[in-house]
């Protein structure tokens, strides 16, 4: 009788997990500390059966120093050291523990892995743009930035840059080691596109940084790209000047030839092209069939077309200019 009323019990407060009924509230699960870009953050999971409106507090330790309080009753599921005002360190070994609380009731401490900050942080991926310059790539690299210290005052990194031509990832090629910020690709095809991919690479945390984003650009010609961008485009802005020179110079002939309606009576208009004095002449004698015959008769027929073409050809040149 007395075992039916313990296993009753017992299968109740399973059953209600949170253990109010016994007092004791049951600890958070699946605690673990984590680290990207040098911060601290512990995360958890809620107690099983847990009902809502739970607060949590959390503390952290190093391997020098006992346990310090971090966030104090908070209601999500995570806690940022460094966004404490506590001071973490680089080199630090850290632990966290974190405790449920309902009302009076506290759960037990539950404690998480240890990191080393600059071991077991996870690096993010850098910052990388492209430069296309002629026949060859630049490769500009950013490095990530850490919420305690920098990149390059924790580790000496090194970056793993990796190319392809657009479309044969399968190719790629890689230079690692690299050390410099900024890098040129020259071992290049003209006119063709290629991807890069950078990762830093560390000597004392093994995983290598997150991959970069895929950045592609295209290579262009030998050095020559520059310079004829810069001829095409000093080409049209002095046509654009010249045109607009030539509209303001010449826009009463302009405005002429675009509206000849309101121009003078017939026999002005035949006179008005030209001041010619020649022209006048012939205008006022009106002689076309005697030249003709005066130049077959005097010239006779392989002359006169040699001197027409001579004629002719100052008018050519001029358009040619
Ligand atoms: C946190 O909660 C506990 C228990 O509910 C309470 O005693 C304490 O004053 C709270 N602390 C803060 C800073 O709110
Ligand atoms: C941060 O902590 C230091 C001492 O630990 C204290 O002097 C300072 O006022 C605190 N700053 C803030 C914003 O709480
Ligand atoms: C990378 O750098 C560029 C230029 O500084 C910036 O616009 C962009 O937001 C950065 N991207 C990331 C993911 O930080
Ligand atoms: C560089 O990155 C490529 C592609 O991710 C990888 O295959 C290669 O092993 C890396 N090299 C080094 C030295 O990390």
């Not at 492209?130 to 000496?156: E, H, M, Q």
């Not at 690299?178 to 890069?196: A, G, H, M, P």
């Not at 020649?278 to 005697?290: A, L, R, S, W």
């Amino acid at each position: 009788m007395s075992a039916s009323i313990c296993a009753f019990i017992l299968t109740f407060s399973a059953l209600c997990g949170s253990g109010v009924v016994s007092g004791a509230l049951s600890r958070p699960t699946n605690v673990r500390l984590t680290s990207f870009n040098m911060n601290l953050v512990l995360r958890w999971d809620s107690p099983y059966g847990a009902v809502s409106d739970l607060l949590y507090t959390t503390e952290y330790n190093t391997s020098l120093t006992a346990y310090r309080v971090g966030c104090l009753n908070i209601s999500l599921l995570e806690c940022d050291f460094t966004h404490l005002n506590i001071s973490i360190t680089e080199y630090g070994k850290y632990t966290g523990r974190v405790r449920a609380q309902l009302g009076p009731g506290i759960s037990a401490w539950a404690e998480s892995n240890q990191i080393t900050l600059d071991k077991d942080t996870i690096i993010g991926s850098p910052n990388v743009s492209l430069l296309s310059n002629g026949a060859s790539i630049d490769v500009i690299i950013k490095d990530p930035v850490f919420t305690v210290s920098a990149l390059r005052k924790v580790y000496i990194a090194t970056y793993n840059i990796t190319y392809w031509e657009y479309g044969q990832k399968e190719k790629a090629r890689s230079i690692s080691n690299i050390e410099q910020s900024r890098v040129v690709l020259n071992d290049l095809d003209l006119w063709t596109k290629y991807c890069v991919q950078v990762q830093i690479n560390t000597e004392r945390n093994p995983i290598p940084s997150k991959p970069s984003e895929t950045v592609c650009e295209s290579t262009t010609n030998n050095e020559e790209a520059p310079w004829v961008a810069a001829v095409v485009t000093f080409v049209v802005m002095a046509m654009a000047v010249a045109l607009v020179v030539v509209t303001v110079v010449y826009r009463k002939s302009i405005s002429h030839f675009l509206c000849p309606r309101d121009a003078l009576p017939q026999h002005f208009k035949e006179m008005a092209p030209t001041n010619s004095s020649m022209y006048v002449v012939m205008q006022k004698t009106h002689p076309p069939e005697e030249i003709y015959h005066q130049v077959t008769v005097e010239e006779g027929y392989p002359l006169e077309a040699g001197e027409t073409s001579y004629s002719k050809q100052p008018d050519v040149a001029v358009e040619e200019r």
